[in-house]
Nanobody, 121 residues
């Protein structure tokens, strides 16, 4: 079993910065793509950013130039640096990862419990 634990959410003022971190733990053979999603009030969950094990990044147009995603494969962690935050960024942010528990296992789609980010105007 693989679990994801997020940290780093909180309340920040318009234009401020926050850094989210997520660590995978459990029976891990390999972690594939890791990603951050968010779900704002009354909105559907959306992809914010993703990064493959090889470091290829994908960013949502709404956060390009403001957010940056990075990962440390040796520690099974992924981070999201969020700058120039706006009230529209207010959401619960979820960590997501594709995880293999063994060489022959089927990749698991694992989700964290989410961390709240609130941006005040």
């Amino acid at each position: 079993q693989v679990e994801l634990e997020e940290s780093g959410g909180g309340l920040v003022q318009f234009g401020g910065s926050l850094r989210l971190s997520c660590r995978a733990s459990g029976t891990i053979f390999k972690i594939g793509t890791m990603a951050w999603y968010r779900q704002g009030p009354g909105k559907q969950r959306e992809l914010v950013a993703s990064i493959t094990a090889g470091g290829k990044e994908r960013m949502s147009d709404s956060v390009k130039g403001r957010f940056a995603i990075s990962r440390h494969n040796g520690e099974n962690t992924v981070s999201l640096q969020m700058n120039s935050l706006k009230p529209d960024d207010t959401a619960v942010y979820y960590c997501n990862a594709a995880a293999l528990t063994s060489l022959f296992s089927t990749p698991m789609d694992v989700w964290g419990q989410g961390t709240q980010v609130t941006v005040s105007s």
